[in-house]
T-cell receptor, first 111, second 115 residues
Framework: GENVEQHPSTLSVQEGDSAVIKCTYSDSASNYFPWYKQELGKRPQLIIDIRSNVGEKKDQRIAVTLNKTAKHFSLHITETQPEDSAVYFCAASKGGGKLIFGQGTELSVKP | GAGVSQSPSNKVTEKGKDVELRCDPISGHTALYWYRQSLGQGLEFLIYFQGNSAPDKSGLPSDRFSAERTGGSVSTLTIQRTQQEDSAVYLC?????????????FGPGTRLLVL
């Protein structure tokens, strides 16, 4: 069935370093790939998304890359700050339907 | 404008009782989704409504779970004969619907504890 694998499950970086989170999806018909940030006790918040007709998208310190052939997509955060500490979820969907989420990455940015 | 709202924010119930969880989507959004998040886990899809189409119920874990969406707006998720493993945060999301408008906006969730 549909599946999204996310790695690593935990990631600790020093402030100012870069962080990379990787996801792999199983359904080749998937065409929409959002990333959500969830702080403790809060709702998931969309931080960036990419559609299958684009290979890369950037928004300030955040970028997402998509490799459709390999069914991989990645989140890149540069110049990390303590406020970037949270759990990050990748997801995939097709045709605007249900999101299939990865298991999450707990990012810790140490000052 | 107002975001997705959910009520109650917290619900404690006894095993075997029925519970109803409510979701008010963003006005004008035609798509509405329910997800479940167990402690420290990812989000698990439950059910999806899009306009007047038949809902996608493929994620409902058992026949104790059901949901309806009245008038294309408010949705209610009902869990009958609750079990302890139903304890989780139930999240609702909505999106404008249609091609290129897939972004899902989440509500604050209902934290359900079954004793």
């Amino acid at each position: 069935g549909e599946n999204v694998e996310q790695h690593p499950s935990t990631l600790s970086v020093q402030e100012g370093d870069s962080a990379v989170i990787k996801c792999t999806y199983s359904d080749s018909a998937s065409n929409y790939f959002p990333w959500y940030k969830q702080e403790l006790g809060k709702r998931p918040q969309l931080i960036i998304d990419i559609r299958s007709n684009v290979g890369e998208k950037k928004d300030q310190r955040i970028a997402v890359t998509l490799n459709k052939t390999a069914k991989h997509f990645s989140l890149h955060i540069t110049e990390t700050q303590p406020e970037d500490s949270a759990v990050y979820f990748c997801a995939a969907s097709k045709g605007g339907g249900k999101l299939i989420f990865g298991q999450g990455t707990e990012l810790s940015v140490k000052p | 404008g107002a975001g997705v709202s959910q009520s109650p924010s917290n619900k404690v119930t006894e095993k075997g009782k029925d519970v109803e969880l409510r979701c008010d989507p963003i006005s004008g959004h035609t798509a509405l989704y329910w997800y479940r998040q167990s402690l420290g886990q990812g989000l698990e899809f439950l059910i999806y409504f899009q306009g007047n189409s038949a809902p996608d119920k493929s994620g409902l874990p058992s026949d104790r779970f059901s949901a309806e969406r009245t008038g294309g707006s408010v949705s209610t998720l009902t869990i009958q004969r609750t079990q302890q493993e139903d304890s989780a945060v139930y999240l609702c999301a909505s999106s404008p619907g249609g091609a290129g408008q897939e972004t899902q906006y989440f509500g604050p969730g209902t934290r359900l504890l079954v004793l």
